[in-house]
């Protein structure tokens, strides 16, 4: 991290004028996450990856396990973020209960890519309780993604695109799954919309503090 770590969750984008900083939540997710990892590539996007425990323990159906696309992820230059081990709410948890998910999702992590820096933590479900706390107190600093999609319950691309567009705010964040369920609606969205806000002028870059 390149400033003093603090419980207010982080909200900007790094840079100035139009920017946004990608946030993809609840995986590695096999083909979905690989698709939208082959989108970035092409055009140079390095993007957040908030990452579940139990999916990177996983095997698609299609054969890829998340261990696999977690070390694409890095490799790649994406930078991670500790999203829990599972999709629980933590929100009324203790702090002993808390710091314990939290260790053991590195764990997780750490397992399948040892080196990688873990910098952010994100609260499932946005449900923060004491998180941000120990969060800090393990070296890793809150982020928030308050414009979103709301691709949990939609993946229809036509709506999906639009919504991106409508959530695009420069300065901020903003938050799609890769995870968490079929994203095939989202991979399609964010591919429509990457070429036109390049396009338009718009730089994609990370979240403030990001390596």
């Not at 996983?58 to 696309?69: D, K, N, P, Q, Y």
């Not at 993946?155 to 991106?164: F, G, I, M, T």
């Amino acid at each position: 991290m390149t400033w003093e770590l603090t419980t207010t969750p982080v909200r900007a984008a790094q840079g100035e004028g139009l920017v946004a900083a990608l946030t993809f939540d609840d995986g590695p997710n096999g083909a979905d996450t690989n698709a939208l990892l082959d989108i970035l590539a092409d055009r140079g996007i390095r993007a957040v990856f908030a990452v579940i425990g139990q999916c990177i323990e996983t095997r698609g159906a299609e054969g890829l396990s998340g261990a696999e696309v977690l070390r694409r992820i890095v490799a790649e230059g994406h930078v991670l973020c500790n999203h829990s081990t599972s999709f629980a709410d933590m929100g009324e948890w203790t702090a002993e209960q808390v710091r314990a998910d939290m260790l053991a999702n590195l764990e997780i992590i750490r397992a399948v890519v040892p080196q990688a820096p873990v910098p952010y933590w994100r609260a499932p479900n946005g449900s923060w309780g004491v998180t941000c706390e120990v969060a800090v107190e393990l070296g890793m600093q809150p982020l928030d993604v308050i414009n979103h999609i709301g691709d949990w319950a939609e993946q229809d691309p036509d709506v999906l695109e639009a919504r991106l567009w409508e959530s695009l705010t420069r300065g901020q964040l903003l938050l799609c799954h890769d995870g968490g369920g079929d994203r095939g609606g989202t991979v399609e969205a964010v591919r429509r919309f990457i070429d036109e806000a390049v396009a338009d002028g718009w730089e994609f870059t990370l979240p403030v503090g990001a390596l």
